[in-house]
């Protein structure tokens, strides 16, 4: 497998992400295609990969978080997010992966590798950190003013993608809610609601916010302000909550014995919901697979996201999202 | 002070109401007006009150959470809930607290208390469990369909209820949304962004959601649909990581001391954490004084509110949004 790699986006720098990519390449062997500072990743790499088993392709400029995705796409066409995007149009190349912007990565699958027929809105996943690990959210805040159409989208591709990577048979729908009944929530959320009963899907109601770690259903719809609302949510709770737990126990001797006891089983815990893990997400409803990976996570974590993006390139998930909507 | 109770709503019935408002009386004396089946308030009662400090008035039916609000107020004339509010129009009464139906309370204020000359929407408040304990979101889930305009009615009045309540002097306000530059999200948030810039509130511009729990601002300000997103994913997580922890420390018999020598620090801490305490809301922008207590609270949790909204009463809440809006 052929995959694109942009060594820009990480909050540990281009090293970082090389270093992820050959991590990722110790586990499995792929062709990897850099693209960024020609010189500069050269030294990095410094001969940790065979010849015939890499390329890089030189870029000048870099698209940040404070640029305007789709103006910047068109300006800075020399970024390594464009011109990974168009290599990644090449045949031959089977999949990209960018820790760089979403909102860039996003205007660069709709306009440089384009949507799938029949897909009105394309979408990133978010997996969400329960005890199953099959559950995931779209969108987690990629389309931020959205129709029902769009999100009848969503539902559809979240079903393929849990159908298909994690082998679900027939994924649970849920549609996020302020309450169960169907006549609850904000205009867009009713008119969902309506399609999706009169859906194929396996749609089984309604689902509040405090319901989505619980595994109730494999795919959570929502528009892209409230998905992302919840998960940021999610996450600051989770957060402060087991460091607060941390400063309470160390505050005292004995309560630091306590904790040294229960050290493994808070581990072994901190590993089930592992957030970085999570971190890993493709882009749904376009022509070809791409991975869009956190800022934040470091080499581990993006090489675990190569792992995710070779292992959905062989589930051939594109594919099959294309049947879907023909 | 005479305060209205609805005996109705609570998932522990009406003993718990009565059993909650006495143990308020206790600490701090008031009059009551229970509201409810006389007869079974009478024997609950059982002598624990001076006959000159309560009163019973019989209503025969009840709103529950499956009525459709508007359409509830206007058929059950007789339910505890509508008698309550309309006792509370009468000279002399000072406040209602009831653990029924959000909508239909909100409902209640809104037809028969009224709005207060100037505010486009009344609302809830919900307090957020942070440390400090001074962080209000607003609306958390009861204006579904919002403008801008009423956004910023819930600033004015979160302003307000936090400089009489909390004793902050200049609340900060933040708007709830998906990122923190001016041009992020929907366009309920974008134009709220504008509108609040330009007042002269203390507004320090979008705040994340996983910043809610982090003291930063006093006022969160939002649509009842996201800020109920919010609120519960805030709740589920926390509730399933303490389970999950607790769970797993006592599940070998080494985790099991080491859980017995944090006990105490871990009881410390969910106090200053404690969503019970966190359950008493007032309804902001109307005529009286007005709370809604959680149908989960215990009496423990009803005596809390009652605390609450005695606090509320001889702050004069109620005069000063009146003085603001007027």
Redesign the interface.
């Known amino acids: 497998m052929k995959i694109v790699v942009d060594t820009n986006g990480s909050d540990f720098g281009v090293e970082s992400v090389i270093n992820g990519a050959i991590k990722a390449y110790e586990k499995e062997k792929y062709f990897i295609s850099f693209v960024g500072e020609k010189d500069k990743i050269e030294k990095i790499i410094d001969f940790r990969l065979p010849k015939y088993d890499y390329e890089i392709i030189n870029s000048t400029e870099i698209i940040n978080n ?1 640029d ?1 995705p789709v103006r910047a796409i068109r300006k800075k066409k020399n970024s390594s997010m464009v011109v990974a995007f168009n290599t990644l149009n090449l045949e031959g190349y089977d999949g990209l992966i960018s820790q760089g912007s979403t909102g860039a990565i996003l205007a660069c699958s709709m306009f440089i590798t384009g949507r799938l027929n029949g897909v009105k809105r394309a979408s990133i996943v978010a997996n969400v950190p329960t005890r199953e690990r099959k559950t995931i959210i779209i969108d987690p ?1 990629a389309n ?2 959205t129709k029902p159409e769009m999100l009848m989208d969503f539902a559809r591709m979240g079903s393929i993608y849990c159908k298909t990577v994690f082998n679900v048979k027939n994924p649970r729908i849920g549609l ?1 809610n ?1 309450g169960i ?1 169907e ?1 609850k ?3 867009l ?1 009713r008119d969902t609601f309506a399609m999706l009963t009169k859906s194929n899907l396996n749609f089984i109601g309604n689902i ?7 595994d109730k259903v494999e795919v959570i719809v929502t528009d ?3 998905g ?15 460091s ?2 941390k400063k ?2 160390l ?2 001797k ?2 630091k ?6 050290k ?3 581990k ?2 901190l590993s089930i ?1 592992n957030l970085d893990k999570a971190n890993a997400a493709p882009v749904l409803g376009i022509k070809k697979p791409v991975f869009k990976c956190h800022g934040s996570s470091d080499s581990e974590g993006f090489a675990y996201a190569v792992g995710n993006l070779l292992d959905y390139i062989k589930k051939d998930v594109t594919k099959k999202l294309e049947g879907e909507f023909e």
Do not use: V
């Not at 509040?208 to 619980?214: F, G, N, V």
């Open positions: 404070n305007e805040g931020i003013d996020l302020i009944e006549h929530g904000n205009q959320a509040e916010a405090r319901d989505i770690l619980t892209g302000f409230s992302n609302i919840a998960i940021k949510s999610i996450e600051g709770t989770a957060i402060l909550l087991l607060e737990i309470s126990i505050s005292s004995i309560s014995i306590g904790a040294f006891l229960i493994d089983k808070l072994e815990l919901y």
